[in-house]
């Protein structure tokens, strides 16, 4: 099985400042899928953003972007400029070859204060 | 309006009662999915189908059971519920198990059992 780790639990950011959560993952393969996705307290799955290994540029979304380090197995979340509607536990996830499964990470909870 | 529903959205239950969670969706689409939610760990698939008639375990399938019988519904059977499956439970539905990035989450359904 495919692993994927959040190392911060709970992260907590200033409104308009940037922060960075990590996210690092443990696979074979070489053709996969992460994601990225928001839980507001109102429990609602939201994707925030993708990236498919076989791009070398990271992707953007807004105020979101990703760093994508194939080799280094790492796919952190930026998010700049925060917003209080920021706050939200943030997943983590991967898709590898094996169709139909999806691994999330622990989580990150992002708390975003005036 | 594009939606996945569950129902009930909470359920209380003692242990060994058997309970039915149903998931439904309105977009056609192929792929289903449960998760569920625990603190600390993040989400956990626990069966995911790729058609009508066609399932397949996750992480933790042990102690539940589905069936897609038609496209549009995915329940989730709890034959004999134990206070260790008092979690939060989310349907997914997507086009396709290739197309996870167009995946749609239910609102969620916070069992618990006693």
């Known amino acids: 099985a495919q692993t994927v780790t959040q190392s911060q639990p709970e992260m907590s950011v200033q409104e308009a400042e940037t922060v960075t959560l990590s996210c690092t993952y443990d696979?074979?393969?070489?053709?996969?899928?992460l994601f990225w996705y928001k839980q507001p307290p109102s429990r609602q799955m939201i994707l925030v953003i993708r990236?498919?290994?076989?791009?070398?540029q990271n992707a953007t979304e807004n105020r979101f972007s990703v760093n994508f380090q194939k080799a280094a197995k790492s796919f952190s979340l930026k998010i700049s400029d925060s917003q209080l509607g920021d706050t939200a536990m943030y997943f983590c996830?991967?898709?590898?070859?094996?169709?139909?499964?999806?691994?999330f990470g622990r989580g990150t909870q992002l708390t975003v204060w005036p | 309006e594009a939606q996945v529903t569950q129902n009930p959205r909470y359920l209380i239950t003692v242990t060994g009662k058997k309970l039915t969670v149903t998931c439904s969706q309105n977009?056609?689409?192929?792929?289903m999915s449960w998760y569920r939610q625990d603190p600390g760990l993040g989400l956990r698939q626990i069966y995911y189908?790729?058609?009508?008639?066609?399932?397949d375990k996750g992480d933790v399938p042990e102690g539940y059971k589905v069936s897609r019988k038609e496209k549009r519904n995915f329940p989730l059977i709890l034959e004999s519920p134990s206070p260790n499956q008092t979690s939060l439970y989310f349907c997914?539905?997507?086009?396709?198990?290739?197309?996870?990035?167009?995946?749609?989450f239910g609102p969620g359904t916070r069992l618990t059992v006693t």
């Open positions: 997914a539905s997507s086009p396709s198990a290739g197309r996870l990035n167009e995946q749609y």
């Open positions: 696979t074979s393969e070489s053709n996969y899928y």
């Open positions: 990236q498919e290994a076989y791009k070398q």
């Open positions: 996830a991967f898709r590898g070859s094996t169709l139909g499964r999806l691994y």
């Open positions: 977009m056609n689409h192929e792929y």
């Open positions: 189908s790729m058609n009508v008639e066609v399932t």
